[in-house]
Structures are given as structure tokens and as C-alpha cells.
T-cell receptor, first 114, second 115 residues
Framework: AQTVTQSQPEMSVQEAETVTLSCTYDTSESDYYLFWYKQPPSRQMILVIRQEAYKQQNATENRFSVNFQKAAKSFSLKISDSQLGDAAMYFCAYSLRTGNQFYFGTGTSLTVIP | DTGVSQDPRHKITKRGQNVTFRCDPISEHNRLYWYRQTLGQGPEFLTYFQNEAQLEKSRLLSDRFSAERPKGSFSTLEIQRTEQGDSAMYLC?????????????FGEGSWLTVV
């Protein structure tokens, strides 16, 4: 069974600083994708970044980057130059290549301190 | 692009009543998903459609739950004989094409409170 674990229920960061959110997952599959989604309060969940398991290079999207450690089944998100708008719940998610269903972690609530 | 639209956004119902949620996906998106999210948890998969065909259902989708997507456009999720344990946010999402490489777009969700 696929499981996704986020061990940090809450995190905080000073504006303009860098923060790293942790995620581990468990799977016996080899062909899968990993994602970080952002869910602002009372707003829809949006995709932050996506990583294909077969790609060794870590994905980056502007201020967002991941550290993908396939052997350790670890997938952390680094947010650089944090902004007030980054405050949200962040979910780590896993899916097989088919994308038929996603498995989400329990989320990390990120607070950005001005 | 209007995004994924869900209606109603909030619903309070008495235990035992039936409720129906509607989802309008992004135009021309052929995949549509339903997820359930309870407080303090991540979304949990319920079911998905490829056009009008319901291809996969989670064990969470008990006999009291039914989802439809007539003509491959909007979708409805009906819960019959609601129970307090059904209280949650019901999320709809859609994507164009198949596979995890295609971005899934979520709606803002429909909050259900069963009293």
C-alpha cells in the first residue's frame, strides 16, 4: 500500500528566509510521481511542483525546489525567499504514472512571519 | 478559464437526509475526480471518471454514495441517508488527458456538515 507521511504539522518561517518541509512515502512501485500541493485557507488546492521518479534531477519552480531521495523515499520541499503569500497548508502527494488516484499526506501548515 | 466549479459551497443537513453536490470541471477536461477531506487530514480518493465512464471507486465510497457524470461534462455526487461521519469537504478535480504528468486542477470544495 502507498502511504505518504508528513511529520511536521506546523512550520513557521521569517519573511525572505528559507524553509524546508519534509515528506516521506512508502511504495513498492518504481514508476511514480511525487507532488507538493498548496492549499490556502478557503481556496482551492494548487500544484506547486511535480517530480517524476525516473528523473534524477530535482525539480525546481522559481522559488520552490525539491530534494528527491529515491532510495530513502524522501521528498522535501524547499521554499526560498519566503513571501507572505506562501502561507498555506502544504500537502505532499504520490501517484502512479497512470494518475488514477493520488495519495496525500496529512499536511504541513506554514506560517510566514513578517 | 473559469476553473473547477463546485456547488453548493456549504451544506448543513440533518442526519438521514440526502444531499447532492455538483461539480463543473474545466471545459474539455476528460478526467474528473472526487476526493474527501476531513479536518486535519489530506484529501482521500473517492472515485474518478474518464469522460462519462466511472473507472475506479475507493472502498470509502459506500453504497450510500453514488457519483455520475452524464455526457462526460458535469458530475454529481449524491450521499443518501447521511451520517455524522460524512461531515467533510468534498473536493472535485479535473485534468486534460490521462497520466500523472497532466496537472490536476481542484475546485474550492463543498463543505458538508451533518447534524
Amino acid at each position: 500500500a502507498q502511504t505518504v507521511t508528513q511529520s511536521q504539522p506546523e512550520m513557521s518561517v521569517q519573511e525572505a528566509e528559507t524553509v524546508t518541509l519534509s515528506c516521506t512515502y512508502d511504495t513498492s512501485e518504481s514508476d511514480y510521481y511525487l507532488f507538493w500541493y498548496k492549499q490556502p485557507p478557503s481556496r482551492q488546492m494548487i500544484l506547486v511542483i511535480r517530480q517524476e521518479a525516473y528523473k534524477q534531477q530535482n525539480a525546481t519552480e522559481n522559488r520552490f525546489s525539491v530534494n528527491f531521495q529515491k532510495a530513502a523515499k524522501s521528498f522535501s520541499l524547499k521554499i526560498s525567499d519566503s513571501q507572505l503569500g506562501d502561507a498555506a497548508m502544504y500537502f505532499c502527494a504520490y501517484s502512479l504514472r497512470t494518475g488514477n488516484q493520488f495519495y496525500f499526506g496529512t499536511g504541513t501548515s506554514l506560517t510566514v512571519i513578517p | 478559464d473559469t476553473g473547477v466549479s463546485q456547488d453548493p459551497r456549504h451544506k448543513i443537513t440533518k442526519r438521514g437526509q440526502n444531499v447532492t453536490f455538483r461539480c463543473d470541471p474545466i471545459s474539455e477536461h476528460n478526467r474528473l475526480y472526487w476526493y474527501r477531506q476531513t479536518l486535519g487530514q489530506g484529501p482521500e480518493f473517492l472515485t474518478y471518471f474518464q469522460n462519462e465512464a466511472q473507472l475506479e471507486k475507493s472502498r470509502l465510497l459506500s453504497d450510500r454514495f453514488s457519483a455520475e457524470r452524464p455526457k462526460g461534462s458535469f458530475s454529481t455526487l449524491e450521499i443518501q441517508r447521511t451520517e455524522q461521519g460524512d461531515s467533510a469537504m468534498y473536493l472535485c478535480a479535473s485534468s486534460l488527458g490521462t497520466g500523472a504528468r497532466n496537472t490536476i486542477y481542484f475546485g474550492e470544495g463543498s463543505w458538508l456538515t451533518v447534524v
